[in-house]
């Protein structure tokens, strides 16, 4: 079975830091799909990177970048100049398809990071 | 376009009695999934439906089901309410307009239930 482990359980950085969220996942399929989701105060889940597992390109978007490593399971997630309006529970996620049905995806969480930014 | 839409966003019901919830989904998009999120469980899946057909469901008792209409919106329905069932109830749509689609889930702001 999946699953998605987060060993950060609470972050607090102050303003302007960088800071890097774990992810670690287990999986048998060979394909798959990994996330991270963004959830404010408000409950919102907001999608925010997605990488299939043939692609171990690392990007970055914007003060958001990725290190994705097969060799490892590992999918962590990196904000550079935090802000206070990044302070929220991070979520990493493993997509892969039910194999109950065709075309369905399950997305499997981790517990979540909550990520405080002091200013 | 519209994100996902969810109401009621809050609820509070007692023990024994039964729930209905209601999630829109982003225009054009076929696939709807419930997920509920607790302090102790986390997040997990409860059910999926396509093209009004549950096409997979996750580990919850009967007490927990699902519809969909054939215009995509989707409701869940708790029956016989426990304190247990107080809980963030999130629905995700995701659609197969272009590359990756349909496996990206897009979430609605949630339904907060609590049973007293």
């Known amino acids: 079975a999946q699953k998605v482990t987060q060993a950060q359980t609470e972050i607090s950085v102050v303003e302007k830091e960088d800071v890097t969220l774990d992810c670690v996942y287990e999986t048998r399929d060979t394909t798959y799909y990994l996330f991270w989701y963004k959830q404010p105060p408000s409950g919102e889940l907001v999608f925010l990177i997605r990488?299939?597992?043939?692609?171990?390109q690392n990007e970055i978007s914007g003060r958001y970048s990725w290190n994705f490593q097969k060799s490892t399971s590992s999918f962590n997630f990196t904000i550079t100049a935090s802000q206070v309006v990044d302070s929220a529970v991070y979520f990493c996620a493993l997509s892969e398809l039910a194999y109950s049905g065709a075309g369905s995806y399950q997305l499997t969480f981790g517990k979540g990071t909550k990520l405080s930014v002091i200013p | 376009k519209a994100g996902v839409t969810q109401t009621p966003r809050y609820l509070i019901k007692t023990r024994g009695q039964q729930v209905t919830l209601s999630c829109s989904p982003i225009?054009?998009?076929?696939?709807v999934s419930w997920y509920q999120q607790t302090p102790g469980q986390g997040l997990q899946f409860l059910f999926e439906?396509?093209?009004?057909?549950?096409?997979n469901k996750g580990n919850f008792p009967g007490r927990f089901s699902g519809r969909q209409f054939s215009n995509s919106r989707s409701e869940m329905n708790v029956s016989t309410l426990e304190l247990g069932d107080s809980a963030l109830y999130l629905c995700?749509?995701?659609?197969?307009?272009?590359?990756?689609?349909?496996?990206?889930?897009?979430f609605g702001p949630g339904t907060r239930l609590l049973v007293l």
């Open positions: 990488r299939n597992s043939f692609d171990e």
């Open positions: 995700a749509s995701s659609g197969t307009s272009g590359p990756h689609e349909e496996e990206t889930q897009y």
């Open positions: 439906y396509f093209s009004e057909t549950q096409r």
């Open positions: 225009s054009g998009h076929r696939s």
